[in-house]
């Protein structure tokens, strides 16, 4: 196996080093193993170096590196929305937050002492990343974190499907890279769904909300399928969960009766949204749903959705496995969970290498490959 998107040429920026935070170690795992393809086991046995972060009484904690990192080129990867991992505090197990997360990540920054010769900070979704515009008196959270962990001594921050691309405004001389997993999304849906059919007479493409419509864009060009879109009519007098609750989705677009219609997210949160769209795309004859979201979060459960697939409202849900997902979720014939660790060590591989990852974000002779091979098989 080999990286393409090296040149021969390339030279090495510093010795490879891969942390884990907790809960990241099974996906870590698998970019080892395909940075060790790539290189072909010459270089080491692994190219994780162990951190343990442990945890007071008091529920204080600290970070300690079990091996140097002086002159490493060191990626960490954190998954600030792993609920999964939990600690002791005066007794009492508690499920990490993001915010607890967060803080582990500073600590391990700290516990290097700049020794390491770049730091790069693999955070698939962005901490904080829905707070990232201010409205009225209220905190800018992501931009305040992104430029905590640049004057921590961060030279690049690498996260996939931001909720908005613009926060990079934060750090305007630091590395920001928003990538997208549509290859991998595209890929998946051809694996799981064989007779799929990704043509402007049999498929469209819909957005749950004008704020997703970019990304549905870029889907709708790559493939060549129409777009529509949902608005969301909110009740802006009250406050629900943190956000002004949904009334209505009113849809703008071609006619979806007789077609299979994938709606792109960047996110399933509580899942109303989504189920709520599908429902209406439903009564309006839409042949099957999938849906494309880079992050299953499914805060309230998996049982609304349960639900709507008994009913035949949804189809398919593709979520990535760039943060912790439900475990129940492997049993759900509903769902179909989207590998990016190769693709996560291309771009760490790559960065090694100094070499540009440009080809890496914009895949589009990839996408335009697959769907050739579709359309003749």
């Not at 790069?120 to 409205?135: C, D, F, I, K």
């Not at 051809?190 to 749950?208: E, F, G």
Request: aromatic letters at 10%; proline letters at 3%; hydrophobic letters at 40%.
């Amino acid at each position: 196996m080999t990286n393409n998107f090296i040149s021969d040429e390339a030279p090495i920026v510093g010795k490879l080093s891969i942390i884990s935070m907790k809960g990241c170690e099974n996906i870590t795992a698998r970019i080892d193993e395909y940075l060790k393809a790539f290189r072909n086991y010459e270089d080491t046995e692994t190219y994780v170096t162990h951190v343990n972060c442990p945890r007071f009484g008091t529920g204080e904690g600290k970070c300690v590196i079990d091996e140097t990192v002086r002159g490493h080129d060191v990626y960490i990867i954190c998954d600030v929305f792993n609920y999964g991992v939990t600690y002791k505090m005066y007794g009492f197990e508690n499920h990490m937050s993001p915010d607890d997360h967060f803080q582990d990540l500073k600590r391990v920054i700290a516990a290097m002492g700049g020794k390491a010769r770049r730091v790069t900070v693999v955070m698939p979704m962005l901490y904080e990343g829905r707070q990232h515009r201010r409205a009225g008196r209220e905190s800018l959270d992501a931009a305040l974190m992104l430029q905590e962990l640049v004057n921590m001594g961060v030279a690049n921050i690498i996260t996939f499907d931001a909720h908005d691309p613009r926060i990079s405004n934060a750090i305007p001389l630091s590395g920001f890279d928003d990538v997208q997993a549509t290859y991998q999304m595209i890929k998946a849906i051809v694996r799981a769904v064989p007779d799929i059919s990704l043509n402007k007479q049999d498929t469209i493409v819909i957005s749950p909300d004008e704020g997703g419509m970019s990304r549905c864009m870029y889907y709708s060009s790559v493939l060549k399928l129409d777009l529509g879109m949902f608005y969301k009519r909110r009740d802006y007098s009250r406050i629900e969960n943190g956000k002004n609750p949904i009334e209505a989705h009113e849809y703008l677009g071609r006619e979806v009766s007789g077609k299979d219609v994938i709606i792109v997210d960047d996110m399933i949160s509580s899942g109303e949204s989504v189920i709520d769209v599908a429902r209406n795309l439903k009564s309006q004859g839409a042949k099957r749903i999938f849906v494309f979201a880079s992050f299953g979060l499914f805060c309230n459960g998996l049982d609304c959705f349960d639900e709507a697939y008994k009913e035949g409202i949804v189809d398919k849900i593709f979520t990535t496995n760039l943060i912790y997902r439900n475990p129940d979720l492997a049993s759900r014939e509903w769902y179909w969970e989207v590998d990016m660790s190769k693709y996560i060590s291309l771009l760490i591989d790559t960065l090694n290498h100094d070499e540009t990852i440009s080809n890496l974000l914009n895949p589009v002779n990839k996408i335009k490959a697959l769907v050739d091979k579709l359309e003749n098989k």
